[in-house]
């Protein structure tokens, strides 16, 4: 679309002529005028002119407005017509006139008249920043566009755009006609024409038009800025606007999922064939030739383009991508027929063979090929890629040689043709450290690197913590292979049965220690942080796609790359074993070699260590974010999870009945937590919230002393996978009696109590782990499982829950058991009892007791039935007293 024409206004002057000429012959005067004494010294000072500011109608009673000038100690009038001023043009004042309406009649005499005119949110923002009244030749309401420099393309509408200019002016923005670097920002309404395609070459933002209409909207606020990510990021103008894309050659799954990112991106697709198609994205790989001739204004391009134009966010230059057919075979027959009829044909083929026979002789020669070219050294081909395994017995067998161990060495002998085993496995050790090597320079060159590059077009596409947490330690990995590569490689130029290979990974022994843990125990993390950021960021989406499309890839992906690191030490560890088989026991390398398989298993074993103790951290901090309201004294070095169970309450004590109840057992305490209740109305997590809300709710961190015994209720038709703990707080005087149920097959209860017996036993010191566990009968403890999953059950739970909350509604005292306790206290004061014997009755009265157990014997233990019997006693007495 050709670019806009030259706009006229009334007064003569273009709308789109570049506004920063006269702009800078302001700046210029400013200048002399801040700075009077650098004028020659025979002149006379000029006069100091003062700037009066004039607010009319509604800016007149405006009261922030009017503090606001006295902070920056400007003088000020109010008037309702601009009339009862007279000649605003005095040589004692420098008139500034405040307008609230920039689309009134006033407005529009003050323009004619060419006075200044600025808007109450300019006032406030140089109160705020205490900086002066800017000079400005336009009428000026806001800055929220200040500095801004603004270029159009598309509009054919001349009102549209002459209303656009005014706005940009309105809030600080200078307009250029001619695009260049200098333009911050592109408004353009179509994505056609020189000025988007420069835009897009530069990473210029390019803009829609309803961003300066949703700037507008905003002039009021003081703090806006037009270009702040969260708002400017709504109107960019989408990859493939105005394109209908058509996907030749993939799969229905990839088909698939290119359709929906080219709707969130802006644009639409159209079966194959369909003459509204404007771009068919075709898959090289698959697709050789066309099943159509394409239309004159068809773009043909390859998925890179695709893929491109998403990473960038701007569609990319198709000229780049362009899909090119493959030649037929009768034409490359044809033209093979035509070169071996021409004259010089034989003895191009003479010349063939001589340099065949050359290299063949040369082979026989030197167990190793010619050197390759530098460039060559450096790349990854697919081969070598898909050839590297975690066992010696796949990896690379067909008897080709380092390739970088052809450079030639003063000390180097000529080799036998046929070498020792021992031989052959060190080519083969050097030949997976040199693909390995290889490997991680393709992760750090093809991903980190471009993902850490600064002025990226579009923005960055990752953040440096995601960035940080992918890649982890992997440079310090390279650095440490790219060394043992190069000593291997020595090693081998000039090599001897009595070469020492394990010295080698001795002598890097520790910097392997330091270097792999860090990666090996963040690689789950490394995981899922790709397929988080994979799914939410399609940029990121789109550079995985065009980078592990590459050769250097080997059609891996960046997950399977990244893997190799954790499967190298025990891949290194099997060669060198099967390299002291190969060893004679009067070499010297023989013991050498065992100490350097010792040092990669205590690598192993301390990496496996780190990674256990990492696991534990992150199983607690997902309990510390899962329940809420948990304590912070939970988190502790010496503490581990040992086991998490879903239970069901069967008593009243910590929560009532029928509730979930989640039990996290640790090494030396027991947090217990009950899920938490749905709540009507409530607030949602915010946006970018990576954790979902807690979904527990802490009811009780119990440390494993307080467990005095743990009962194994028997299976009976109503009682079913039931177990209670009878547990005495420091606080109180008598055991507590807290039941469960378990909801899950795993792990087996027989299974979960001994874990739980021998937790306490060593908390308490005791090697008598068994002994803690007894067995009961539910009767004795009044325990049944049977109503737990009835619907009559849950329905009354429900209701019971509902009373609750009611009751707390409309119950004027938020404590009512607190009050219960000091009227029983005050009544036993009242007959000459101690409080303590009235608390303890009390507490005896809250607790469930388990001195009914049948066969168990324990002196703290009470009956239930007289328990009942002070219960109901205490609550007339207590009744009878209130009354």
């Known amino acids: 679309m050709a670019d806009n024409s030259m706009l006229m206004s009334e007064t003569g002057r273009s709308l789109l002529a570049d ?22 010294d025979a002149e006379e000072e000029m006069p100091q002119i003062e700037t009066r500011v ?95 420099v603004l270029c159009f393309t598309g509009f054919r509408k001349k009102d549209e755009l002459v209303k656009l200019v005014t706005l940009v002016h309105h809030m600080g923005g200078i307009i250029r006609r001619d695009f260049s670097s200098k333009v911050t920002h592109l408004v353009a309404n179509s994505t056609h024409g020189d000025k988007f395609r420069i835009a897009v070459s530069l990473g210029t933002p390019i803009m829609k038009a309803e961003w300066i209409y949703k700037a507008w909207e905003k002039r009021n606020e003081i703090d806006f800025c037009a270009v702040d990510d969260d708002f400017r990021n709504q109107f960019k103008v989408p990859p493939f606007q105005d394109c209908m894309l058509s996907f030749l050659g993939f799969s229905d799954e990839e088909r698939a999922n290119m359709e929906e990112m080219t709707e969130m991106q802006g644009g639409h697709y159209l079966p194959v064939g369909d003459e509204r198609c404007t771009h068919l994205v075709v898959e090289e790989s698959t697709v050789k030739d066309l099943p159509f001739e394409p239309l004159k204004n068809l773009y043909v391009v390859k998925q890179e383009w695709f893929w491109g134009s998403i990473q960038m966010d701007a569609r990319a230059g198709e000229s780049m ?45 030197s167990p190793f090929p010619p050197r390759k070219r530098p460039s060559a050294e450096h790349s990854l081909s697919i081969g070598s890629l898909l050839d590297i395994s975690n066992t010696p017995e796949s990896s690379t067998t067909n008897g080709e040689t380092p390739k970088s161990c052809a450079r030639p060495s003063k000390n180097s002998t000529p080799l036998p043709l046929k070498q020792s085993a021992r031989w052959q496995v060190a080519k083969e050790l050097y030949q997976t450290e040199s693909n390995y090597v290889d490997i991680l320079t393709t992760i750090i060159q093809l991903f980190q690197v471009p993902l850490e590059k600064e002025g990226q077009l579009g923005g960055p596409i990752l953040a440096q913590e995601e960035i940080k947490t992918i890649f982890g330690s992997i440079p310090d990995i390279l650095d440490v292979h790219t060394k043992i590569k190069e000593d291997l490689e020595d090693l081998m130029i000039n090599w001897t049965e009595n070469k020492s290979i394990g010295d080698i990974f001795l002598k890097y022994s520790k910097d392997l220690l330091k270097t792999y843990p860090p990666f090996v125990n963040f690689f789950e993390m490394s995981k899922e942080t790709i397929t988080r950021c994979e799914k939410q960021k399609p940029r990121f989406h789109a550079f995985l796609k065009i980078n592990q499309a590459k050769p250097e890839c080997g059609r891996q992906s960046l997950a399977e790359l990244l893997i190799r690191p954790v499967q190298r030490l025990p891949s290194v560890a099997l060669l060198l074993n099967d390299l002291k088989k190969h060893t004679a026991e009067e070499n010297p390398d023989k013991i050498t070699l065992e100490r350097a398989i010792e040092s990669l298993k205590e690598v192993m074993t301390h990496i496996n260590e780190d990674k256990r103790k990492t696991e534990a951290q992150r199983q607690f901090f997902d309990v510390v974010y899962e329940v809420d309201g ?8 010496h503490r581990s999870l040992v086991q998490r169970l879903e239970t069901v309450a069967l008593g009243d004590d910590l929560c009532d009945r029928g509730e979930q109840v989640t039990l996290f057992l640790f090494n030396d305490c027991l947090e217990i937590a009950r899920k938490r209740h749905k709540v009507i109305g409530g607030f949602k997590s915010p946006h970018g919230h990576t954790r979902p809300p807690a979904s527990l709710k802490h009811v009780v961190l119990m440390p494993l002393s307080q467990i005095k015994k743990v009962l194994d209720i028997r299976e009976t038709e109503d009682c079913h996978k039931a177990f209670a703990l009878v547990v005495r707080p420091p606080t109180e005087h008598n055991n507590k009696l807290l039941s469960f149920q378990m909801t899950t097959e795993e792990p087996p209860k027989e299974d979960w109590l001994k ?43 429900a209701i019971k829950k509902t009373s609750k909350k009611v009751t707390r509604a409309f119950s004027f005292s938020k404590t009512p058991k607190r009050a219960l306790r000091r009227a029983l206290m005050s009544h036993s004061a009242t007959e000459g009892r101690s409080p303590s014997s009235a608390n303890e009755n009390y507490i005896g009265s809250r607790l469930t007791s388990a001195s009914s157990l049948a066969g168990i014997p324990s002196p703290s233990l009470v009956n239930l039935p007289s328990i009942f019997e002070k219960r109901s006693h205490t609550l007339s007495r207590s009744t009878t007293h209130l009354i």
């Open 54 to 148: 004039v607010l009319v109608q509604e800016a007149g009673k405006h009261e922030e407005l009017l503090k606001a000038l006295e902070e920056i100690k400007v003088p000020y009038i109010k008037t309702d017509t601009i009339e009862e001023l007279g000649d605003s043009d005095s040589p004692e004042f420098e008139t500034v006139f405040v307008v609230t309406d920039f689309q009134d009649s006033i407005f529009n005499s003050l323009c004619k008249a060419d006075c200044r005119v600025i808007g109450p949110p300019v006032v406030l923002h140089c109160a705020r920043k205490g900086e002066p009244l800017p000079f400005s030749c336009r009428p000026l309401y806001c800055a929220s566009m200040l500095n801004l």
């Open 630 to 637: 948990c304590p912070a004294n939970l988190l502790s070095s």
């Open 321 to 365: 991508y362009l899909f090119e057919k493959s030649e037929s075979p009768g034409l490359k027959k044809s033209v093979s027929q035509l070169s071996l009829n021409t004259p010089n044909s034989n003895r191009k083929r003479r010349r063939l063979k001589e340099t065949l026979a050359q290299l063949t002789r040369e082979t026989d020669m």
């Open 755 to 797: 874990m739980l017996c021998r937790q306490v036993a060593n908390t308490i010191c005791k090697a008598d782990a068994e002994n803690l566990i007894y067995t009961a009968d539910p009767d004795s403890v009044e325990v049944n499982t049977k109503d737990m999953d009835s619907t009559l059950s849950r329905a009354s739970r």
């Open 19 to 40: 506004s920063s000429v006269l702009d800078s012959k302001i700046i210029e005067t400013s200048k002399e005028n801040v700075f009077p004494g650098s004028v020659l």
